[in-house]
């Protein structure tokens, strides 16, 4: 079983910059894949990163060049470091664990936290 607490949420201007942790429990944390998404009102959930538990990352085409996800096993922790951040990032951003190799999939991730709102003002 695993927890997964979301925090660093907020209200930005357009262009600026907001960075995301996610907290784990568990002992097995380095073993999962993690993993971003987000769901704007209204819209379903989307994928926004992953990283593999070797650092391998991978990204929504929205997001590229924009975001970086990144993770400390020694903390239990992934980030999402989000830069030049636009109005239509705006949205509840979830944490996500699931297997090894858990990719862009909602159905790849077994775990989920429960939520932060980032809101980006035009």
């Known amino acids: 079983q695993v927890q997964l607490v979301e925090s660093g949420g907020g209200l930005v201007q357009a262009g600026g910059s907001l960075r995301l942790s996610c907290a784990a429990s568990?002992?097995?944390?380095?073993?999962?894949?993690m993993g971003w998404f987000r769901q704007a009102p209204g819209k379903e959930r989307e994928f926004v990163a992953r990283?593999?538990?070797?650092?391998?990352?991978y990204y929504a085409d929205s997001v590229k060049g924009r975001f970086t996800i990144s993770r400390e096993n020694a903390k239990n922790t992934v980030y999402l470091q989000m830069n030049s951040l636009k109005p239509e990032d705006t949205a509840v951003y979830y944490c996500a664990a699931g297997g090894a190799w858990a990719s862009r999939r909602v159905s790849d991730y077994n775990y989920w936290g429960q939520g932060t709102q980032v809101t980006v003002s035009s």
């Open positions: 990283i593999w538990s070797g650092g391998s990352t």
């Open positions: 568990g002992r097995t944390f380095s073993s999962y894949a």
